[in-house]
Nanobody, 129 residues
Framework: QVQLVESGGGLVQAGGSLKLSCGAS????????MGWFRQAPGREREFVAA???????????SYADSVKGRFTISGDNNKSTVFLQMNRLNSEDTAVYYC???????????????????WGQGTQVTVSS
């Protein structure tokens, strides 16, 4: 059973920074993409950022418009690890953040929840104004 484990959430003041981490519990596995989604109270889960494998050692990154220029995603699809550096946080970023992994060999997009096969339990990020 594959499990993803997130860490790094917490409470931060507006304008501050946090870094989220995600990895597989147990033995790492190869993925074609890893991403971050978030869900605020009363809202649907939304895409934040993802890295898609382009070659064995390189990835391309995609971001939601709302986080471009503030968030940076990095990671290793060969080790099922992904990080999200979040800068200049604001109250609109308050949400539970979920890590997701798309298994190697699966085709399709990376922007939708159903593009992914495995999910973490979520980590709360709260930005105080």
């Amino acid at each position: 059973q594959v499990q993803l484990v997130e860490s790094g959430g917490g409470l931060v003041q507006a304008g501050g920074s946090l870094k989220l981490s995600c990895g597989a519990s147990g033995r790492p596995f190869s993925t074609v993409a890893m991403g971050w989604f978030r869900q605020a109270p009363g809202r649907e889960r939304e895409f934040v950022a993802a890295i898609r494998r382009t070659t064995y050692t390189t990835n391309s990154a995609s971001y939601a418009d709302s986080v471009k220029g503030r968030f940076t995603i990095s990671g290793d699809n060969n080790k099922s690890t992904v990080f999200l550096q979040m800068n200049r946080l604001n109250s609109e970023d308050t949400a539970v953040y979920y890590c997701a992994a798309k298994r190697l060999g699966r085709r399709g997009g990376i922007l939708r929840s159903d593009d992914y096969d495995y999910w973490g339990q979520g980590t709360q990020v709260t930005v105080s104004s």
